[in-house]
């Protein structure tokens, strides 16, 4: 059933010993190498979670790991390495170009959905902002699994182990912007602060000193506690980006038992046998592309799905492990009914205000001003300086509802606790539209509104059987029946708002500008936000881990170690796992997440193997429209390729 060509693939030229793993570039080409090894661990997806386990498991020389990514290894493209970018990512060929249902909170709008599709996942393509998400957060997690290794002080040594904070010597005054002890320097992850200072950083500290007792100032938004108003960290190394490829991917390359197959699709995992009643389900089905050939691998212990919170219950609804009535109305043939796969999903809901300056020393100036773009972009190349260095802000601030907030007269507060925030305000220095469109010529800063805990849940389910059409996702925003979210994300505008109403912006703001400017009474300020509301991007929770054994609608898909419930030999690690989407940035909570589903996986026992089995095609259907960032900066990758 495989083929003999094993044409020496596009090895890393490193690999060419056998002693070595390998990057292997088609499943075709390398069927010989994959069914005459037997691999203990088949992980699916090399994102954040995948590519932090295919480290970790391999740690073991013993341990032989099959990572297998249906984009390319194309991680070292200088758009996914120069921080600045990052906006021209979404809608490339890095982006696999997902679009929601009409979203009746945002006023029927379908919006793009972006998610990578390349080695390092959505690390490779998203804005390197760096949160670990509040001590209540990960509380709540060990509380709604019974399970304490989730809590916040056994997950901090995981936090700290991934880390590499880098205190460059670029960074002002870097001493008062982190709190140095709580932070690791030998992982792998690099971290830091932005290397360039900005004209708005002292006004907005100004700004916090004069409205203190609303805005605190919290030294380290990675304490644990993540109120009030900080600088902000960056997945961002020595001026370029960390991601998943780079950090723990390729260090990871040079063991002889780890294998990466890229452009190469998983299409459904497989039932292998049964261990009394329970289904064994320990084998993949991958292929290089619709009207490919199918190939059958079974893994010694574990199959582990890290194809991240769309890809993931895709694959388990493909596969008969999801809602047993979904399955029967597509001819699906159900191996274990988990009403909760494919349920659950939660998003950020984000905001942009733009708002005109009186200064013409903004970052506007990197796509007004040519010459000025040329010398920024030459530090860059030369040295890893320069503003291509930076991430979309210096500052920001994480707030919350007071407790006497009269919403909470309806609404039960949705936060995990007092060191969680409710929504976010990023102060950008730029004029920053996610929507596209026409972008004003001019200096501008950018408010950036955003909910942290929407009460409302969306969900993923299949419009075919066929792998290669895309599910239907429906993350729900905004649609609240209580009115908590669209009130939260007004009340996150008005906060915006009086922070740049202090008198430390007089001579920086000009005003407010375009529509947003006109909405001032709360039926236009909503009006706005459902007009033009989009997401941050972090979609969560669609096969969420709950308390042990029971697999009931509402009592999650997965158990507190990520193995899928009612079935053996099967996990899932990445941010699907989630049960409440975290309000935070969901990067490092996903490395946090597989740093510890590491442990568990080496201290378990898993599954003997059973036998192998093959079938399912169709027709491949992107739908998107484009959407630019920072607009001129298109044109810029053309400079830089
Ligand atoms: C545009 C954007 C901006 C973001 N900005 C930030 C930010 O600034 N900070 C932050 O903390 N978070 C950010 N995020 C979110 C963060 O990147 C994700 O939460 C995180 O990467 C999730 O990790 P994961 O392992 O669950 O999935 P991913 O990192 O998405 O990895 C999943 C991988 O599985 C692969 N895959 C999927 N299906 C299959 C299949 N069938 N077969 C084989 N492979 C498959 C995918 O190609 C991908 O490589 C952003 C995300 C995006 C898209
Ligand atoms: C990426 O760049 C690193 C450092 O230059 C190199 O070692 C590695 O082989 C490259 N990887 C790929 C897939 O090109
Ligand atoms: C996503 O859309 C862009 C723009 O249309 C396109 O260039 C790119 O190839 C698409 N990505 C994938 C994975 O098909
Ligand atoms: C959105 O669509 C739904 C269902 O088609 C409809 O009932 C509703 O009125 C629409 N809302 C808006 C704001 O158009
Ligand atoms: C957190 O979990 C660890 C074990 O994983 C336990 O020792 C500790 O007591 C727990 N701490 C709290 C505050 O619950
Ligand atoms: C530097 O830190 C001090 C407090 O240690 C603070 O008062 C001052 O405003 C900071 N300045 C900048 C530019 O960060
Ligand atoms: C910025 O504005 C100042 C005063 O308003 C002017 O003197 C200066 O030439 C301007 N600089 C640039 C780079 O436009
Ligand atoms: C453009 O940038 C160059 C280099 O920094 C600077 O000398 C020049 O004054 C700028 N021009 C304008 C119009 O801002
Ligand atoms: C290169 O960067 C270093 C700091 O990392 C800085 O000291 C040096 O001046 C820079 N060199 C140039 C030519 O910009
Ligand atoms: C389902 O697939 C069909 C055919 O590809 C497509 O026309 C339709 O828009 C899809 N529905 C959704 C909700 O994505
Ligand atoms: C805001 O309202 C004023 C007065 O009604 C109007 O002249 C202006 O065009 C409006 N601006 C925008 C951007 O809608
Ligand atoms: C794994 O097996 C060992 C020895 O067979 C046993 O002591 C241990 O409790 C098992 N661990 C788990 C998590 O089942
Ligand atoms: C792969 O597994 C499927 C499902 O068990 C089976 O129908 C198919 O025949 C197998 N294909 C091969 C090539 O073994």
Redesign the pocket.
């Known amino acids: 059933m495989f083929s003999h060509s094993v044409r020496a693939a596009l090895l890393l030229s490193a690999l060419s010993s056998s002693s070595l793993g390998a990057l292997l570039q088609s499943a075709d080409d390398a069927a010989d190498q994959l069914t005459s090894t037997h691999y203990d661990y088949i992980i699916v997806g090399a994102g954040a979670a995948g590519g932090a386990l295919a480290n970790r498991l391999t740690e073991d020389g013993s341990t032989k790991v099959l990572l297998i990514e249906a984009g390319s290894s194309d991680y070292n493209n200088t758009n996914i390495e120069v921080p600045w970018l990052a906006p021209v990512l979404t809608h490339s060929q890095f982006d696999w170009n997902y679009t929601t249902t009409p979203q009746e909170g945002l006023d029927n709008r379908s919006i793009a959905y972006a998610r990578g599709k390349v080695l390092g996942g959505s690390t490779s393509i998203n804005y390197m902002i760096y949160t670990r998400a509040a001590q209540d957060d990960w509380n709540r997690f060990a509380s709604v699994t019974g399970d304490d290794g989730w809590n916040w002080s056994n997950i901090l040594s995981y936090a700290k182990k991934l880390e590499a904070f880098q205190n460059s010597p670029n960074v ?2 870097a ?3 982190f709190v140095a002890n709580i932070h690791g320097t030998n992982g792998p992850v690099g971290a830091g602060l932005p290397q360039v ?1 900005l004209p708005i ?2 006004i907005g ?1 100004n700004a916090q000193q004069e409205l203190s007792s609303e805005f605190k100032y919290n030294q380290d938004v990675n304490s644990g506690n993540m109120i009030g108003f900080s600088w902000t960290p960056f997945a961002i190394q020595d001026g370029a980006r960390s991601n998943s490829a780079r950090d723990y991917i390729q260090p990871a390359l040079g063991r002889s038992n780890l294998d990466v197959l890229v452009n190469t699709q998983v299409t459904k995992v497989l039932q292998t046998g049964t261990d009394g009643n329970t289904p064994i389900v320990n084998a993949v089905q991958f292929t290089s592309g619709p009207n490919e050939k199918l190939y059958n691998l079974t893994a010694n212990k574990e199959v582990i799905l890290s194809a991240g919170s769309i890809g993931t219950p895709q694959i388990l609804l493909l596969s008969g492990i999801g809602p047993a009535d979904q399955a029967k109305s597509l001819g699906i043939q159900s191996i274990v009914d988990l009403p909760d796969v494919g349920q659950n999903m939660q998003d950020h809901p984000l905001l942009t205000t733009n708002f005109q300056v009186s200064s013409n020393d903004t970052l506007d100036n990197l796509s007004l001003n040519t010459t000025f773009q040329a010398e920024q972009l030459a530090l860059w190349t030369n040295n890893r300086t320069g503003d291509f260095t930076l991430g979309a802000c210096n500052q920001w601030a994480w707030q919350r509802l007071a407790d006497d907030d009269p919403i909470f007269k309806n609404v039960s507060d949705p936060s995990a606790g007092p060191t969680s925030p409710h929504f976010q305000l990023i102060f950008s220095d730029l004029f920053i539209a996610f929507s596209g469109g026409a972008f004003p010529s001019g200096h501008f800063l950018t408010l950036i509104s955003n909910l942290y805990t929407p009460t409302t849940r969306g969900s993923l389910t299949l419009n075919s059987t066929d792998p290669f059409t895309y599910p239907i996702i429906n993350p729900g925003l905004l649609n609240d029946e209580n009115g908590f979210d669209i009130y939260t994300m007004r009340q996150a505008l008005k906060a915006g708002r009086r922070f740049l109403a202090a008198n430390a912006w007089k001579d920086w703001i000009i005003s407010e500008f375009g529509e947003s400017a006109n909405a001032t009474s709360d039926a236009d300020i909503d009006a706005y936000i459902r007009k033009n509301a989009l997401v941050v991007n972090h979609v969560s929770g669609t096969v969420a881990m709950g308390k042990s054994g029971d697999s009931s609608k509402g009592a999650g898909a997965l158990n507190p170690d990520l193995s899928v419930k009612g079935v053996k030999g099967l996990r899932v690690v990445d941010a699907s796992a989630f049960p409440h989407i975290p309000a935070a940035h969901t990067m490092v909570p996903t490395y946090i997440l597989a740093e510890r589903a590491a442990d568990l996986i080496k201290n378990s026992n898993s599954t003997a193997s059973g036998s192998k089995s093959g079938s399912g095609n169709g027709a491949f259907t992107p739908s998107a429209t484009l959407v630019s960032v920072f607009a001129p900066l298109v044109a810029l990758v053309a400079l830089l390729l």
């Open positions: 002002q005054n001493t008062s912007k200072s950083d002292q500290l």
